[in-house]
């Protein structure tokens, strides 16, 4: 994490040191909420993906492949059949990515409208109460919060159902494997508990 840190620390330094070199005509053609938006929630967006994302992607890919591996070494039939849920499970995983993606670049497009509506409030704070705009200024932040709560919420909405859906196809992966490798051992067991339960019989004369 603290690598993230330092290059978030980086990113931060690097836009403002790019936004100083750029001319009048692009701070005229851009507005100041997006430049807000990137200097701050954006940023951190990318040093979450870059410390939390990056350690879950290695642990992930170094589990999952010697999981796979030993399963693979030790029984190839119950392993193809345990990863019969998967590709259900990477078609809606990927169907959810893409979902959070686009409610997520809405929920950025909200919060940037937003923000551009209170620095242009605060800039004409004096003519908006000179000419008694404050309620109109307060219905319009109120509007813009509004519809920045609903699009985060439902990105969080769509964000909720990843873990239960991922947790549904391990779970039946689990129970593939419970009832196939259940039977596999029963299959085995199976003769050994017939010839030890014929052993006691040839005794049965001793005990008279």
Sequence with gaps: MGVARDLELVIRDDLFGHLLQLDAQYYEAT??????????????????AFG?????LVDSFLLGTTTLGIMIFTHPKLTLYAMLPMPFLIYL?????????DLHKSAQESFSFLTEQ??????????????????????????????YYQKNLKRAIVM???????????????LIIII?????????LWPFSSISGCCPGPLFPLDG
């Excluded at 507005?31 to 979450?48: C, E, F, P, Q």
């Excluded at 209170?118 to 519809?147: H, K, M, W």
């Excluded at 196939?180 to 085995?188: D, V």
Aim: glycine share 6%.
């Design 31 to 48: 507005k100041a909420g997006d430049l807000m938006a990137h200097a701050t929630s954006d940023i951190n967006y990318v040093r979450m």
């Design 180 to 188: 196939y490798g259940g039977y596999l051992i029963m299959q085995i």
């Design 93 to 101: 995983t990927r169907y959810l990515g893409k979902k959070t993606h």
């Design 118 to 147: 209170i620095r242009e409030c605060f800039f004409g704070i004096r003519i908006i109460r000179v000419c008694n705009f404050t309620p109109s200024a307060n219905q319009r932040i109120a509007n813009s919060s509004r519809d």
């Design 160 to 174: 909720s159902l990843l873990t239960p859906v991922m947790s549904f196809f391990f779970n039946a992966s689990t």
């Design 52 to 56: 939390i994302g990056i350690i879950v």
